[in-house]
Nanobody
Framework: QVQLVVSGGGLVQAGGSLRLSCAASGRIFAFYTMRWYRQAPGKQRELVATITSGRITNYVDSVKGRSTISRDNAKNTVYLQMNSLRPEDTAVYYC?????????WGKGTLVTVSS
């Protein structure tokens, strides 16, 4: 079983920055693609950023150029650095690891961007 512990959310003014962290249990972290999702109030959960085991990254258009996903396999941790935050980035952010078709989710962290 995989456990994911998310941290780093909070309240920030528009234009500010936050870095989210997601620490995974176990030894398997390095082999798996990691994903950040978010869910805004009244909206469906959306995929924000992906990083493969080979560190190939992908982003939803709305965060491209403002966010960076990275991973530190020695620390079993994936990060999401978010810059130039906008009120529409307000959401609960989750990290995800899929192993053998089973989705593991970290407890979300709330990011609130004030205008």
């Amino acid at each position: 079983q995989v456990q994911l512990v998310v941290s780093g959310g909070g309240l920030v003014q528009a234009g500010g920055s936050l870095r989210l962290s997601c620490a995974a249990s176990g030894r398997i972290f390095a082999f798996y693609t990691m994903r950040w999702y978010r869910q805004a109030p009244g909206k469906q959960r959306e995929l924000v950023a992906t990083i493969t085991s080979g560190r190939i990254t992908n982003y939803v258009d709305s965060v491209k150029g403002r966010s960076t996903i990275s991973r530190d396999n020695a620390k079993n941790t994936v990060y999401l650095q978010m810059n130039s935050l906008r009120p529409e980035d307000t959401a609960v952010y989750y990290c995800n690891l899929k192993k053998r078709d089973i989705d593991y989710w970290g407890k979300g962290t709330l990011v609130t961007v004030s205008s």
